[in-house]
């Protein structure tokens, strides 16, 4: 502790150039933290995907429908404990750019096949006997400003007209990563106003299975109850499903890597160089705190240290930016719904900065630290 | 008393043998000090002079352990250094060695009571019992009122007195003086002079300084000229009563 007015004291030296550089390092961090927050916000329904949940859709494209008399069929199916359904409904509520997921569910078996899902007794008995009742995702809910009993008006787009919903209950997830977004209502409200060509199709099953373990079999088994019948069907694991619709949107981990990758190799070339003109600068110094009696190591622990402040400073900055940019919730108001920095990422995000600082100083410490006191006085 | 001739007694605290230092450039072989002899005993105040190339840092720096010899040996007080590892080297001067540099080579950053304390930090004095001997030190050198001041702050003649008392501080058995008064006019050179005597006759330092100026070289109790790598002996000086050379 005795040498850290010495080590602060040599930080203040150039103000603005150890502001600036304290400056590379919150930027790339901040921008660290936001990418991190951005693969959460795409991988995050990866992560927390019932291990024991298939998903059945059309074999075409989700799209397309497939007949609700399938549900039966699916649950003889020897490993399938449970069924249900959804079908999307992609109304509008006031403005295209308040989206939500909005959905109507098989009530019967819904809060069976996502226990995760919760929210209370009564408010979903209320939903059971309401046929415009709705249960919405505390986010959402949040979002809108909505409370139970409120009145919901929602455009519908592919069945036009105004919907009515009254909203019954709100739903929390139990698990931090669990879409609080989605809005449900009940499938027979959707099915009453269906087109008749509409009628009784679903969007999609899923279906619960006695063990994770029979995934792979159970899988086989429905896609082969339906094979070269007009409406044949993909079954995959929930996880698979959700990587497949992030995959829609590009390889998102690697644009994140190498975006990642060049801000960092670009830090390190900036404070590398400022750090080696730093030193350069203090040779004089350097050379008499030696003559003095400094030890090499104690210079090249000097010398790291002062690299290493910087990067703790600067790091611990730009990640309290991230943090702060999350606070105010996703910023595409509903089309990523997990937006939250998480606490891996901090970590790993704490220890690149200190690689970050550590490379960075090293070779102009190594320098400081082999330099002959002679050689470096007689350069005055 | 200070002899160059090889024949100084136990008592001598800086004893030098056969010291030669050799430097290759573009392959010639530069031979700075050759078989040079030196014996200085406790207490006594040298001056080098000679050309500049003739060697004088070169010796100092051997004496002050920045540098080893390519020749000969150097044992000061029963410490023979010539052999110590950079690291134990290292430790060594911070137990017996003062610098004081011709450019002061104060770190701007630090206040004249942080520049005097940095040799102390090496040790495992407390910050009470270092601030006293910081303070002791700065008194010493007349900077009392000058502690939290940084070396911008400073005149010439006050900053080389923040490197005495940083060379003081931790009491060494002597002092290497590098043209200490080299970038002082005559008043601050003289007013740095009166303080290394003062050190000399009141404390007993032993001090060994280099100089291309011969009023300052006139203070000191001895005068010794490198010339061709060698230690010339001299006239004794003017005003110095006792020692001399043989």
């Known amino acids: ?78 490993g399938v404990q449970g069924i249900t359904f959804d079908n999307w409904f992609g109304g509008v509520y006031q403005d295209e750019r308040n989206f939500f997921p909005q959905f109507a569910i098989d009530v019967e078996n819904q809060r069976k096949i996502f226990p995760e899902m919760e929210l209370p007794d009564d408010q979903w008995q209320t939903f059971l006997k309401d046929r415009q009742g709705a249960i919405v995702g505390a986010s959402t809910a949040e979002r809108f400003h909505w409370k139970v009993g409120d009145r919901i008006p929602i455009r519908g787009t592919f069945i036009p007209g105004t919907w009515e919903f009254n909203l019954d209950g709100i ?48 899988s086989k088994a429905i896609d082969a109850e339906f094979s070269n019948s007009p409406y044949e069907t993909h079954t995959d694991t929930e996880k698979a499903f959700a990587a497949g619709w992030v995959k829609q949107f590009g390889n998102i981990q690697f644009l994140i890597m190498s975006i990642g990758g060049v801000v960092f190799f670009t830090l390190l070339l900036v404070t ?95 320098g400081a630290m082999r330099m002959r006191v002679v050689d470096a006085l007689r350069r005055v | 008393m200070v002899r160059v001739d090889g024949h100084g007694g136990p008592a001598s605290l800086i004893q030098a043998r056969g010291l030669g230092k050799t430097y290759s450039r573009g392959g010639e072989q530069i031979h700075v000090l050759q078989a040079l002899n030196l014996d200085v005993e ?32 150097i044992t000061v007080a029963g410490d023979e250094i010539t052999h110590m590892s950079r690291s134990k080297l290292t430790q060594w001067r911070a137990r017996h060695v003062g610098f004081v540099f011709q450019m002061y080579n104060l770190i701007p950053v630090l206040t004249a009571f942080q520049n005097v304390e940095l040799p102390l930090l090496l040790t495992s004095l407390s910050k009470t019992e270092r ?57 601050a050179a003289d007013e740095i002079m009166e303080l290394i005597l003062r050190l000399v006759k009141e404390y007993k ?27 010339v002996e001299a006239d004794k000086p003017q005003g110095v009563a006792a020692g001399g050379v043989r």
């Open chain 1, 171 to 218: 739903y929390h997830g139990k698990r931090r990563g669990d879409d609080e977004t989605q809005f449900w209502f009940q499938w027979n409200y959707l099915e009453e106003r269906k087109p008749d060509r509409l009628k009784g199709q679903v969007g999609w099953y899923t279906v619960k299975l006695d063990s994770p373990d029979n995934s792979l079999r159970v």
């Open chain 1, 272 to 366: 590398g160089n400022t750090m080696a003109i730093a030193v350069r600068e203090r040779t004089t110094e350097l050379a008499v705190l030696k003559a003095v009696g400094y030890s090499d190591r104690f210079v090249l622990l000097f010398v790291l240290a002062e690299s290493l402040v910087i990067a703790v400073i600067g790091g611990g900055l730009g990640l309290g930016l991230a943090k702060l940019f999350t606070l105010g919730g996703d910023p595409t108001r509903g089309l990523l719904p997990f937006f939250y920095l998480p606490g891996q990422a901090v970590i790993v995000g704490f220890f690149l900065t200190l690689a970050i600082g550590a490379a960075s100083g090293l070779l102009p410490a190594i």
């Open chain 2, 131 to 187: 601030s006293k001997h910081v303070e002791a030190a700065l008194g010493m050198v007349g900077l009392s009122d000058r502690i939290h001041h940084y070396p911008r702050q400073l005149s010439g003649g006050q900053e080389q007195r923040v490197t005495i008392a940083r060379a003081i501080v931790s009491d060494p058995t002597f002092l290497l003086c590098d043209e200490p008064t080299g970038d002082l006019d005559r008043k």
């Open chain 1, 1 to 78: 502790m005795k040498f850290s007015g010495l080590i602060l004291a040599n930080l203040f030296r150039k103000k603005i150039r150890f502001l600036l550089t304290i400056g590379s390092f919150a930027v790339a961090l901040f921008l660290f933290g936001v990418l991190a927050v951005v693969k959460v916000a795409f991988s995050q329904g990866i992560d927390v995907a019932g291990a024991d949940r298939l998903v059945v859709i059309n074999r075409v494209s989700i799209i397309q429908p497939l007949p609700l008399a399938y549900r039966d069929r699916i649950l003889r199916i020897p």
């Open chain 2, 42 to 73: 406790q207490g006594e105040f040298v001056a080098f002079m000679g050309p500049s190339g003739s060697g004088k840092t070169t010796l100092l720096n051997l004496l002050g352990g920045l540098d080893v010899p390519s020749a000969g040996n």
């Open chain 2, 205 to 231: 330092k032993t001090v060994l300084m280099v100089t291309h100026d011969p009023v300052v070289a006139q203070r000191a109790d001895i005068t010794l000229h490198l010339e061709k790598g060698v230690l």
